[in-house]
Each structure stands twice: as structure tokens, then as C-alpha cells.
């Protein structure tokens, strides 16, 4: 009797185990059509899920992406970029060139027009004084406030507002990135914050009034936010009614409440669960190109790989094609080859990906003095092995598995590839913070860069940007040093018009390419799941966020 | 007890202090800092970390920091401003804690309400069919993840039953309304009460099963009491007292598992706030937190070493 009941046990605990699985069974896949065309209806709301709670609603002192994003709802700039990463006029009327006269022959002066009848919130006009202001609070000119970045708006020297629609920036040097970077985000309104002492832990950037398409109602947080439309919005109201953003700090919870119905977006899902996020029967799974591309960082500091054979030698020696395949079968990610975006008008086109070469690679290590003597395999330059260390962010178990076939891939051109990971607090670490790859404790890291939308990467690739004693925040943590690099980028941003920055840019890119610098490897593929009745969802892949065009989404009855 | 309670209280001040440097000296030992999130992966300016640093007082050096901060404390109660959000920390953590504490209170209350008599009940029927499945189901309960546990739960009653919501507190934009509470409340305060529900209900059988053979029970059975009376009036008191201060010590360990079920929920707890506190290293934040939460298990400590004596007439603290 006694061992009747154990068993009994057992097989009750099995069967409900079985049947829990049976019920996670795929779902069969729905064809999905276009959800950008169709006659919007109005009304109705969309519930948002979000990872990471933004720390506050202020798109210049925020150190997080998801703040820039829900900015969106609330605030504007005088420009944004679209999800095809192209600047676009927004508050202003155009955006500025030397064509249209926004911009002056010597590029010193910048015009911005701003459209008509714009008003705050509350109301109130939104007139160039705010632009103005807008810029005072970024300089430290209001209050104690401490944006991430001054760099752009630190090169004017004098800010003019002739009539209500028009602001004019002197500058004090040519600043290239100018329009396409500066006031992306928001215009501040002046009425509401100039007699704030101090714009850090002032309680409106938790409830901001701004000039968007939505209104923030209430901010509960760790749980959610609430935004109402706003009817007065300048490109009309916006079609939905309400827009709920939820915060929910695990994949897999969010993953479980976009097939309950309990949110109609999932906004970043993990390449790891693209399978799981495909098969919601309710929802569209959208793919687009990343901003970031993954790269096999060199240290140039390091003897062996100063010497450009060997990266050369590297890279044609590492299969990137198979990688990608192995690892990120259903993304299919494309290959990177430089430090620009493809979409990007500064992208070089005719660089083509490093094709797969062993016997090149080999080659070119024989030459570079690298030889297998005693035949072990691993190849020797005065009695030293070829041995490199690799090194990524631990925990991440793709770049994990990516250490483990490079090691393979390289063993097979004779080189020795050891494996040593931090946690990434460590790995990216500022230099008085030790960060190993700042401090150059490194010989190749795996990690992913940021292309921007303007091409300027002068802080990556210049030699007074390498981390030191004296600047301890360098980003150049290669530690390359090209002087023609340097010289390129500084000609680069020294002048306004397009077609001459592009000619600089495409040069930049055939060096680094040449050089070997880094190995580039692919872009990030975002994924991004709603539901099939959200239309006009544009994911964006670019800092602005994927609700830039959040007025013109509208939800199916 | 009056004279016992203040001595207890006065002994957490030096604890508090204690716990205080230890928690300042660890995270500033931690690689990586709150300047990080601020230089990867961006552009920007030498001068742009400087007037960051200057404004978040990490250029002082690290003891005037400590005592800045303790001077604060003690004197203003004020744990200082996040470096993250720029909101007070004593605001961040009154916003949480109610949360937490409902949570840990509620997956407490259910610990009790199920172990004891499950507990019980498998020591008086001892090898009994009911005893088995108790017994197979706490080591299974016992053994389990939460995070694993947790995931189950949504998929059963989220997805497959759509019964119950599998995230967060309460329903968007919904005014009060004690049901919803309740609704969002029973997933996770289930989860986080599985454990122990397992531990302890194994804590009091064997507790149980210990003091029927004592002397005294066989003497209450010579008597010709009833097996009622004699659990209620006799076992029962004496057998809760080891078990009572298991519950006093593993209730730290509530609070913990707060954290891993706060996350999968989407609990808005102090635990989750710790949690991202801690990846950012938004040191002020970090402090304030575990001086607080070291605050709730001492004052949970010593409302267990109360209930020790209530059930225990031999102890008393004088």
C-alpha cells in the first residue's frame, strides 16, 4: 500500500507535467500582410511593454535610450530622424542647408524657421524663445542641470531671435553635425521652467508639459505611464486615444503578456526568443537593421597586432558567414564592413565583406615573420606562440559561442585564441574605473558600437581620443593611431556641405577597411513584436525610438 | 519586556552603522561605477565627465563622501538624491517599500496558513497516502527555482486558463479597487510562499513527530485524554517553538526571494529598484536600500523573538 501510493504520486506528477508541455505546442503561423496602408480609425489605446523604465522624461540628461523614446510622446525638435535614419524637419519648417539658406556659405550661421501655431500643452504659444531657452538650459545658463553631452552647443556663441518663428545660431567654428544632431529631442518651454534653481530634481521631467501627441497623465513608478492625446497636437490629433507604457523588467514576463492581450507591443525582444515571438498568432514579429554593429575589437597597443598583416590576416581567416548562420539562423543578420550605417549618406558602398581565405590568411602571416617551427600547430616569431586572449561581456551566450568557434576558425591559421570574460561593468569601465578595455588590458574584445546619424566617429579613430591619465574619458579604446585618420576627420566636420563630408567619409572607411582596424562582423538586427491590429508601427532603429511617429499609429476595432 | 524591547532597539544603532560602512566600503570595492553608464558608447567631452563628477560630489574624496552622507542621515534624514533619476532616495524607496512589504507579508501569511496544517496533518498520519504526496510535493516545492516556478504559473493561469494577470500591480488607470489588487497579488505571493510552504511543513512535522514520543504524551494518554486535547492543549505549543524560530530566521530569505519574483512579475518592489540601483551603481540609492530593507529584518527579527515568547511560557525577557 505504502509503495502503491508513491507511485501514484509520481504518475500524477508526471501526467500534469506532460500535459503543461503539451499545451505550449507551436501555433500555426498566420500570413501577415502589410499593416502600413488602410483607412485609420480613431480612438482606442495601445498598451506598451518596455524593459527598462526610463530614469526620467528628459531626453538630454538621460543616460537611457527608453527615455529618449517616450519622449517622444510628450516633447518635440526642431528636427527628427525617421526610421530610415534620415533627418527630417519636425517644429522646424525645413531642415537647414546651404541650398535652402538655413545655412551660410561659411557655415557659421544657422537659421531655424519654426512652423506655424505650434502651443505648449497647456496652451500657451511655442515661440523661438523657447528654442532659445531650450539651449541655455543644455549650457548650464538656468539652474543647475547636467545634460550627458554639451558638445555642438558649446560652439555657439550667440543666439538670436529676430521674430517669434525665427532663431539664429552663431557659431564659433564650423560644426558639421549641427543640424543633424543638436535639438533632436525637445524644445523646453521657457514659461514653465526659467524659475527653476535646479532643473536636475525639479518634479517636471516626471510629469512633463510639452508640445507632443500625447499628454503624460500619470507616471506610477515600476508600473506604468499614461498618456492622453493631445487634441491641440500641431500635426493634428493624434489617432489613438491613449497610449499605456508598462514596465516589465523580464523577457519572458513580457513574452507571456503579449499572448495574453495584456500589452499590444513588445518592444525589444531578444534575438534568442525571435522563434517564440514568431509564433503569436496575434501579432507581427518586425525586423530591422540596427544602428549597432558587433565588432572583433584589436588592441593596437598590443606588439603582435600593431602589425597589420596579422589583423589582415585575422579577418580573412574568420568565417563570419558561418558564425552568423550558426548563431542567428532566423534574424539573418547582414555583414558589416565599416563603421557606418547602411542607410547612412556617408556609407561606402564599395566595400565589400572580407571573403573567407585561410590560405591568404596564412600567407600573409608567413610573411608578417609568423611560423609554425615545431610543428604543433600554433605558429612561432622568435621562440614567441602566436597566442591572443578574447574577451566579451560574460553571460551573453552568443558571444560566448562566437569565442568558441573563432578559437576553432583561428587554430586553423595557427593561431592560439584563449578565452577570458568580465562582467560588462568591468569590461566597460571607465579608465579611473580600471575598465579593462580603456585601460588596454585586452587583445581582442567583442563588443557592438554605435553608428551615428551624423558619420562623425572622430572620437573612436583619433589619437588624442585613446584613453590616458589626461583624457581619461578617450574612446579610441583600440588604440589606433593614424594621423591620416586624424587628419581626415578633422577636415570632415570642418565644412557643411554633404557631398565634400561624404568624399572625406568614404576615404575614412577605405583606410580603416584596408588597415584591418577592427573586424567588423554584422549590424544587430532589432526585433520588435505588436499586434497585428497596431498599423503605422515604423520601428525605428535610430536613438530617436521606435514612437517617433507615435500620432499616426491607429488601432483596428 | 519594556526594558528588553529598548535594549533591543538601541542595538540596532550600532548594527545600522555597521551594516552602513560595510555596504559604503563593498560598493565602492565593486568594479565599474556610476560614471560608466555615462562614457560607453557615446560621444562625449573630458570636460562633460568632469561637470558630471562635480555634480554628483564623486570628486570629494571617499570618506568625506561617507560622512557627508551620514551627517545627512543622521541629522536631516535625508539618504540624499538618486545620481540616476535625480529623485530623493527616501522618495524612490517610500514609493516601493509598500509593496514589498505586502508581498513578503502576504506570501508569509500563506507560508503559515498552508505548512502548518499540512505539517501537522502529515505527523499525525504519518505514512499515510496524504503524507506521501505532501512529502513527494515539498521537495519538488523545495527544489524548484522561482524563476521557473514562476514562468509555470503564468503559463497555466495567464496563458492556458486566462484567469490571472501574469504582470504588475494593478490595472492601468483603474481607481482603487481591492479585488484587482487582490487578482494581480495571488500569482506572485504563491510563488514566493511555495518554498516555503515545502521547508517549513517539513520543519513542523518532524517538530511534531519529536514531541509525540515525548513522556509527557504517553502520561496524557494514560490519563484517558482525548488525541485532540492532547495535540492542542500539549504537543502543538511545544512542537511550534523550533519552528517559530526557523520562520523568525528564513524571513531575510523572504525578502531575498522577493527579488527574483518581483522581477518576473513585474512587482514594483524595493527589490527590483535594488536590482537596477545596483547595475547602475547609483550609490545613494544602493545605500538608502539596504539600510532600510537591514531595517525590516531586524524589526522582523524582533517581532519573531515576541511571538517566541507568547507560544513559549519558559521564555520570557525580563
Given at each position: 500500500m505504502k509503495k502503491n501510493s508513491l507511485w501514484l504520486t509520481i504518475f500524477i506528477i508526471t501526467a500534469l507535467s506532460v500535459s503543461v508541455v503539451a499545451g505550449c505546442q507551436r501555433k500555426e503561423k498566420l500570413s501577415r500582410e502589410s499593416l502600413t496602408e488602410g483607412k485609420p480609425v480613431k480612438g482606442g489605446q495601445i498598451i506598451y511593454g518596455m524593459l527598462e523604465e526610463p530614469d526620467k522624461?528628459?531626453?538630454?540628461?538621460?543616460?537611457?535610450?527608453?527615455?529618449?523614446?517616450?519622449?517622444n510622446l510628450c516633447f518635440d525638435g526642431l528636427i527628427k530622424v525617421d526610421n530610415e535614419s534620415r533627418v527630417i524637419s519636425w517644429l522646424a519648417e525645413e531642415v537647414p542647408t546651404i541650398a535652402n539658406g538655413g545655412i551660410s556659405e561659411d557655415g557659421l550661421t544657422i537659421t531655424y524657421k519654426l512652423k506655424k501655431a505650434i502651443k505648449w500643452q497647456d496652451g500657451k504659444p511655442l515661440t523661438s524663445g523657447d528654442v532659445k531657452f531650450t539651449w541655455e538650459v543644455i549650457m548650464g545658463k538656468h539652474g543647475k542641470y547636467t545634460p550627458v553631452t554639451t558638445i555642438g552647443y558649446d560652439r555657439v556663441e550667440l543666439v538670436k531671435t529676430p521674430d517669434e518663428r525665427t532663431v539664429i545660431f552663431h557659431l564659433k567654428e564650423v560644426y558639421a553635425p549641427f543640424v543633424n544632431t543638436l535639438f533632436q529631442f525637445a524644445i523646453f518651454p521657457k514659461h514653465l521652467l526659467e524659475k527653476s534653481q535646479d532643473l536636475n530634481k525639479d518634479s517636471f521631467f516626471r510629469r512633463p508639459v510639452g508640445s507632443g501627441p500625447f499628454k503624460i497623465k500619470e507616471w506610477k513608478s515600476g508600473e506604468y505611464i499614461i498618456a492622453e492625446a493631445n487634441s491641440n497636437y500641431f500635426l493634428g490629433r493624434p489617432n489613438l486615444d491613449r497610449i499605456i507604457i508598462k514596465f516589465i523588467p523580464d523577457d519572458n514576463t513580457l513574452f507571456t503578456q503579449m499572448r495574453t492581450g495584456e500589452i499590444d507591443v513588445w518592444e525589444m525582444v531578444p534575438p534568442t526568443m525571435s522563434q517564440q515571438a514568431e509564433q503569436i498568432k496575434e501579432a507581427k514579429l518586425y525586423k530591422t537593421t540596427a544602428v549597432n554593429y558587433e565588432n572583433y575589437a584589436f588592441n593596437h597597443s598590443n606588439p603582435i597586432l600593431s602589425d597589420k598583416r596579422v589583423r589582415k590576416a585575422l579577418w580573412y581567416g574568420t568565417d563570419i558567414k558561418t558564425i552568423l548562420e550558426k548563431l542567428y539562423p532566423d534574424s539573418d543578420p547582414s555583414i558589416a564592413v565599416t563603421d557606418q550605417y547602411p542607410k547612412s549618406w556617408a556609407y561606402n558602398k564599395n566595400l565589400k565583406p572580407y571573403p573567407y581565405d585561410p590560405q591568404k590568411a596564412k600567407k600573409l602571416l608567413e610573411k608578417a615573420g609568423w611560423k609554425d617551427v615545431d610543428g604543433d600547430g600554433i605558429r612561432e616569431k622568435n621562440g614567441k606562440k602566436l597566442t591572443l586572449t578574447i574577451s566579451a561581456p560574460s553571460g551573453k551566450k552568443d558571444r560566448e559561442q562566437k569565442e568558441e568557434i573563432l578559437q576553432e576558425q583561428w587554430r586553423k591559421i595557427g593561431v592560439d585564441l584563449k578565452i577570458k570574460n568580465y562582467d560588462s561593468l568591468t569590461l566597460f569601465g571607465s579608465f579611473e574605473e580600471g575598465?579593462?578595455?580603456?585601460?588596454?588590458?585586452?587583445?581582442?574584445?567583442?563588443?557592438?558600437?554605435?553608428?551615428?546619424?551624423?558619420p562623425d566617429d572622430s572620437s573612436l579613430w583619433s589619437i588624442d581620443q585613446i584613453p590616458s591619465k589626461e583624457n581619461p574619458s578617450g574612446q579610441n579604446s583600440y588604440f589606433y593611431r593614424n594621423p591620416k585618420i586624424d587628419r581626415l576627420c578633422k577636415e570632415a566636420v570642418k565644412t557643411m556641405n554633404q557631398e565634400k563630408r561624404k568624399k572625406y567619409y568614404w576615404r575614412i572607411q577605405e583606410i580603416l577597411y584596408e588597415d584591418a582596424v577592427t573586424i567588423f562582423e554584422r549590424y544587430w538586427v532589432d526585433l520588435n513584436s505588436a499586434t497585428l491590429k497596431l498599423h503605422q508601427f515604423k520601428p525605428n532603429p535610430t536613438n530617436q525610438g521606435h514612437m517617433w511617429n507615435v500620432y499616426e499609429w491607429w488601432k483596428e476595432k | 519586556m519594556g526594558f528588553y524591547l529598548k535594549r533591543r532597539l538601541l542595538q540596532t544603532i550600532p548594527l545600522l552603522l555597521i551594516i552602513a560602512i560595510l555596504c559604503f566600503i563593498l560598493i565602492h570595492q565593486t568594479p565599474g561605477g556610476p560614471l560608466s553608464v555615462y562614457t560607453f558608447g557615446r560621444k562625449i567631452a573630458p570636460r562633460d565627465i568632469e561637470r558630471i563628477k562635480d555634480s554628483l560630489g564623486l570628486n570629494k574624496p571617499l570618506y568625506w563622501q561617507f560622512f557627508y552622507w551620514l551627517r545627512q542621515v543622521v541629522f536631516y534624514g535625508d539618504l540624499g538624491y538618486s545620481y540616476v533619476t535625480w529623485q530623493p532616495v527616501s522618495k524612490l524607496i517610500w514609493e516601493r517599500?509598500?509593496?514589498?512589504?505586502?508581498?513578503?507579508?502576504?506570501?508569509?501569511?500563506?507560508?503559515?496558513?498552508?505548512a502548518f496544517p499540512i505539517g501537522i496533518f502529515s505527523a499525525l498520519k504519518k505514512y499515510s497516502l496524504f503524507d506521501y504526496v505532501a512529502t513527494t510535493f515539498s521537495f519538488i516545492g523545495y527544489s524548484i527555482p522561482i524563476f521557473w516556478l514562476g514562468l509555470m504559473a503564468q503559463l497555466v493561469f495567464s496563458v492556458k486558463l486566462g484567469l490571472l494577470p501574469s504582470g504588475g500591480v494593478r490595472t492601468p488607470g483603474l481607481p482603487f479597487n481591492l479585488l484587482d489588487r487582490i487578482k494581480y497579488l495571488v500569482l506572485p505571493s504563491f510563488v514566493l510562499a511555495l518554498t516555503f510552504i515545502a521547508s517549513w511543513s517539513r520543519y513542523m512535522r518532524a517538530s511534531l513527530l519529536g514531541k509525540l514520543r515525548e513522556n509527557y504524551v504517553i502520561t496524557a494518554r494514560a490519563k484517558g485524554l482525548s488525541e485532540v486535547a492532547i495535540l492542542f492543549k500539549h504537543v502543538l505549543r511545544n512542537a511550534l517553538i523550533p519552528v517559530v524560530t526557523i520562520v523568525g530566521l528564513q524571513l531575510p530569505l523572504i525578502f531575498s526571494g522577493a527579488v527574483i519574483t518581483e522581477t518576473i512579475f513585474a512587482w514594483p518592489g524595493i527589490g527590483r529598484l535594488l536590482f537596477h540601483a545596483l547595475l547602475r551603481r547609483d550609490y545613494p540609492l544602493i545605500q538608502g536600500i539596504l539600510l532600510i530593507s537591514s531595517l525590516v529584518v531586524i524589526l522582523s527579527n524582533l517581532l519573531a523573538d515576541i511571538a517566541y515568547a507568547y507560544i513559549n511560557p519558559r521564555i520570557r525577557y525580563e
Open positions: 522624461l528628459d531626453p538630454y540628461s538621460s543616460q537611457m535610450l527608453s527615455s529618449a523614446n517616450v519622449c575598465g579593462i578595455l580603456t585601460t588596454g588590458k585586452y587583445d581582442v574584445a567583442i563588443f557592438a558600437w554605435i553608428a551615428g546619424v551624423d | 517599500l509598500p509593496n514589498t512589504v505586502i508581498l513578503m507579508f502576504s506570501a508569509l501569511f500563506l507560508s503559515i496558513l498552508f
